[in-house]
């Protein structure tokens, strides 16, 4: 199944937190949305995206997406009909005009073998920082008529390794490698060797205090044997 790239996913879940804008306006309208991609050891990601709008883009995008969840669902997996999103969650808020949308997208990080992964990155999102975990991208693109301003934070999986940010061809690269071994297959290999260190340590102790023992040999000697009384003694009368 062909993997995603960041950005097709960015575009399309950002709309979901854009009105439509049907109004020309002299002054560009801007926004800037959040959007925190959280991977675990299977390649999986959970994408939380956040947005604040103006009173008038609150009313239109409530009216679009807000009070229909089903028809953004919908929408985003007809424009992802390859990838298999699902888990669609929406919090609104009402006093702030802040809405708020988590998708879980399987499979975006693209596994190779033993362990290592990789996630492409379209040549639109620049690097800003990143190490170990924690990776910080940026991009401004129009949108329908307002200049999208979008900051993209990528949390890799615990316990992650060799994480790097490679520029290629046609995509950039975010490479990392994770410990894909089973958990319990690794606490039970932990469990085997405590054991088998602990029964050579009872091993080695009983060696040494055998070897430091002193013996000691005790000879019974039996007491010497009475004499035979002798025959006709006379009786006292």
């Not at 925190?36 to 103006?54: C, K, L, M, N, P």
């Not at 033993?114 to 924690?134: A, H, M, Y």
């Not at 009475?226 to 006292?236: A, D, G, I, Q, W």
Request: hydrophobic share 40%; with cysteine; charged share 20%.
């Amino acid at each position: 199944m062909k993997k995603l790239p960041l950005l097709r996913f960015l575009i399309p879940v950002g709309l979901a937190l854009l009105p439509i804008c049907a109004t020309a306006q002299q002054d560009v309208p801007t926004r800037t949305i959040e959007q925190t991609y959280t991977f675990d050891s299977r390649g999986d990601a959970v994408i939380e995206t956040s947005s604040q709008f103006s009173a008038s883009d609150w009313a239109e995008w409530k009216e679009r997406y807000g009070d229909h969840p089903d028809l953004l669902l919908r929408d985003l997996r007809y424009q992802f009909a390859s990838a298999m999103i699902d888990d669609l969650s929406m919090e609104k808020d009402e006093v702030h005009r802040k809405a708020t949308t988590k998708i879980k997208a399987r499979a975006l990080a693209r596994y190779k073998s033993n362990g290592e992964f990789s996630v492409d990155v379209t040549k639109d999102l620049n690097l800003i920082t990143g190490s170990g975990r924690d990776w910080f991208f940026t991009s401004s693109a129009p949108v329908n008529g307002v200049l999208i301003t979008q900051k993209l934070k990528a949390v890799l999986p615990p316990r992650v390794n060799n994480a790097a940010f490679a520029k290629g061809g046609d995509m950039n690269l975010l490479n990392y490698s994770v410990d894909v071994r089973p958990w319990r297959s690794r606490k039970l290999l932990a469990a085997g060797a405590v054991l088998v260190l602990l029964g050579l340590l009872v091993a080695a102790v009983s060696f040494i205090l055998a070897g430091g023992r002193k013996t000691t040999t005790v000879t019974i000697i039996p007491p010497p044997p009475v004499p035979p009384v002798p025959p006709n003694l006379p009786t006292k009368g």
